[in-house]
């Protein structure tokens, strides 16, 4: 697996750690004693495949820290991933990608019809060759370490930015809890065979209140399932443990 750029034969714990602990210089919200373990667990099931099907991390994002540049975080993110592919041929590969919800939708969205990470990529792809996976919570809490957008409180748990709202809601998401349990995580294909989400915007998009902006397309020509296909609902998870209060156990 690569990290910073080497690979490493022998599993580093420490490594790891300062890579969690420099995400959340960027993404605080990210940075948890949860991310460790997934990465962890990637490690030890990528040490078990043979060679030829290893996986192989690519880092394609931008210097949060880089003002010099005029171009977008997302258009940013397209060129340095179209010159990974060409640099090692690597078209006919398969790729997965962990990003924020506002990045993996394949239409713009906004007043100024913002141009988000996945739709760059759809317009240079062939059909049906990516697919978006979104995920939305019910009934949860989050980490959400305090920031200029948000107050958060002493823990930085909030449970008020589910997606039934108030803050943040998504159209037709009590459909999907009607046909799930507490305390689970369910898959819906939403571009399966007579999918009523080919012909309705019910779950393509969320509504901001209070602050922010919505993350919604703006045409009616646009449908759910040509924005995401996959949906991920959560239900009653608890929120991320910050890294450093489980250094010890690492």
Avoid at 7 to 15: A, E, F, G, L, T
Avoid at 178 to 205: A, C, H, M, R
Wanted: charged share 25%.
């Amino acid at each position: 697996m690569h990290l910073d750029g080497r690979i490493h034969s022998i599993k580093d714990n420490s490594i790891l750690r300062k890579v969690v602990l420099d995400i959340g210089q960027r993404i605080p919200q990210q940075s948890s004693h949860q991310l460790f373990e997934k990465w962890e667990k990637i490690y030890d099931y990528n040490k078990a495949l043979p060679d030829s099907s290893k996986i192989t991390v690519l880092g394609i994002d931008k210097n949060f820290d880089d003002n010099s540049r005029k171009l977008s975080r997302d258009s940013i993110m397209t060129l340095n991933f179209k010159r990974i592919i060409s640099k090692g041929h690597l078209e006919n590969e398969k790729f997965y990608g962990l990003f924020g919800y506002a990045h993996v939708l394949q239409e713009g969205y906004g007043e100024n019809n913002f141009r988000p990470f996945a739709e760059r990529i759809k317009s240079f792809t062939k059909k049906n060759s990516i697919k978006s996976f979104v995920c939305y919570n019910l009934d949860s809490e989050v980490y959400l370490p305090e920031n200029d957008q948000f107050p958060a409180p002493e823990d930085h748990k909030l449970s008020i930015l589910n997606d039934d709202g108030p803050i943040m809601l998504v159209k037709g998401i009590n459909d999907l809890r009607e046909l799930t349990d507490t305390n689970s995580v369910t898959i819906f294909d939403l571009d399966n065979t007579d999918s009523p989400y080919k012909k309705n915007q019910y779950l393509g998009g969320i509504k901001v209140n209070f602050f922010g902006s919505d993350v919604i397309t703006k045409s009616p020509d646009v449908f759910t399932t040509d924005v995401l296909q996959y949906v991920f609902l959560i239900r009653n998870s608890k929120a991320l443990e910050p890294i450093e209060t489980t250094a010890n156990s690492i």
